[in-house]
């Protein structure tokens, strides 16, 4: 039997949680997804700080850029900097299609760059793509805390 897929959402806005989680599920493979809805309990989770301390390292991170207490962009300069989280693949999906923000991204480090299209059928065909591509296609290193 495969080992589930660890898949770490961060968003805040309960549709895109709903959409994003079924489109997840409707996938060929194994997927665990946990969801975090700020961007301090993201970096809560993903430094395995309390009520977090159990938690398996994500194989792939999706993080809206517009999150509550610490922004998307706060977020993955900080998961990029920090040893043990940096090889996670950070996919950004955000409703914000500024090239400021793609270019900051970018340099700080994100593996892709995506915007939440706005009919219901695009947005479900984005999230299994994501999938598609991240857990058929790349090789990703498997759970391991510090590489």
């Not at 495969?2 to 709903?18: C, F, G, R, S, W």
């Not at 989280?85 to 270019?103: F, G, Q």
Request: a negative charge; hydrophobic letters at 40%; proline letters at 5%.
């Amino acid at each position: 039997m495969n080992k589930a897929v660890e898949i770490l959402l961060a968003e805040d806005n309960p549709a895109d949680i709903k959409l994003t989680v079924r489109a997840l599920q409707k996938t060929k493979l194994i997927n665990s997804i946990r969801v975090v809805k700020d961007g301090e309990e993201a970096l809560s989770y993903l430094r395995r700080e309390a009520p977090y301390a159990a938690v398996d390292r994500p194989d792939l991170i999706i993080l809206d850029l517009n999150l509550p207490k610490k922004s998307g962009h706060e977020v993955l300069v900080e998961i990029k900097a920090d040893h043990m989280l940096k090889s996670i693949p950070v996919v950004i999906l955000t409703s914000s299609d500024d090239e400021r923000d793609i270019s900051t991204t970018y340099s700080n480090g994100a593996n892709c760059y995506i915007t939440k299209p706005i009919d219901l059928q695009g947005f479900i065909e984005i999230v299994k793509s994501i999938d598609d591509f991240w857990f058929t296609i790349v090789k990703l290193p498997k759970g391991h805390w510090a590489l």
